[in-house]
């Protein structure tokens, strides 16, 4: 079953602009983790912001993370044509296997 | 350092048919998942592999295996195979699930059934 949902599921915004993918989870976790996949091929891990931190940033990507409201989101600034991919958060818990929501499909317009 | 390795990268398959998938992971990585990828369910948890031990789950019938090797290389098998086990079969390695770290995922098995 899934634990995280991403919203909105798909995104469209012209290049330039930037992209907001929210995270709604239902349990307490160790860490949440968030990934990008181009079409058809495998994930790629973009960031990881554990339980106890509530802002990180990586390059243009920007994730903060509320325990309190069990939710995430991931903010990609100045976003470009190359960023057109699926996003999704993962959670973590203790000796549990990563557990994925259903995706954001952004799509970045040149 | 090489990647996840997973092969073949595509595969026909015809219902009741037998499939064996690959996936070698990082050099190092002792922790091996799969899951199955699908439009409708999305991303969804087969199996953790630790140290040759299968250490989770997922809620999948019987008909899906796997097992790990002593080298860290997994293999998954789907039985008398159906119509719906049409997929994406990603493997993604780790140095140690107990340890929260990233996942590294491999390219990904496209398995069609017809």
Redesign the interface.
């Known amino acids: 079953s899934q634990q995280g949902e991403e919203d909105p599921q798909a995104l469209s915004i012209q290049e330039g602009e930037n992209a907001t993918m929210n995270c709604s989870y239902k349990t307490s976790i160790n860490n949440l983790q968030w990934y990008r996949q181009n079409s058809g091929r495998g994930l790629v891990h973009l960031i990881l912001i554990r339980s106890n931190e509530r802002e990180k940033h990586s390059g243009r990507l920007r994730v903060t993370l509320d325990t309190s409201k069990k939710s995430s989101s991931l903010l990609i600034t100045a976003s470009r044509a190359a960023d057109t991919a699926s996003y999704f958060c993962a959670t973590d818990q203790e000796n549990t296997p990563l557990v994925f929501g259903k995706g954001t499909r952004l799509s970045v317009i040149a | 350092k090489a990647g996840?390795t997973q092969t073949p990268r595509y595969l026909i398959k015809t219902r009741g048919q037998q499939v064996t998938l690959s996936c070698s992971p990082i050099s190092g990585h002792r922790s091996v998942?799969w899951?199955q990828q699908t439009p409708g369910?999305?991303?969804q948890?087969l199996f953790?592999y630790f140290s040759e031990t299968q250490?989770?789950k997922?809620?999948f019938p019987g008909r899906f295996s796997g097992r790990q090797f002593s080298n860290s290389r997994s293999e998954m098998n789907v039985s008398t195979l159906e119509l719906g086990d049409s997929a994406?079969y990603?493997c993604?390695s780790s140095l140690d699930?107990?340890v929260?770290?990233?996942?590294?995922?491999?390219?990904?098995t496209?398995l069609t059934v017809v």
């Open positions: 996840v998942s899951y369910q999305g991303l948890f953790e250490r989770n997922g809620n994406l990603l993604a699930r107990v929260n770290t990233e996942a590294f995922f491999g390219q990904g496209r």
